[in-house]
């Protein structure tokens, strides 16, 4: 699994099911929570879809804003396994 691989996918599903803007232009250091684009409690939707998706499990202490607040920290976090 590559960031290729992680980046485009993780992007549409962020602004299509979590921002619900197919067409916002996130770019990867925005705060996507701390910037209010979506609330803490997506972050467990996020966290669903990452494990099905990606088949990686992210633990809740992981889950915070501070590691998980940007598409550059999830991508890593990702990739990380």
Known sequence: MTDADVRPRLSAYITRELIRDAAYPLTDDEGIIS??????????ELAVYVEQAFNVYIPDPDLTVAKMDTLDQIVARVLRG
């Open 35 to 44: 910037g209010g684009l979506m609330d803490s409690f997506a972050l467990a």
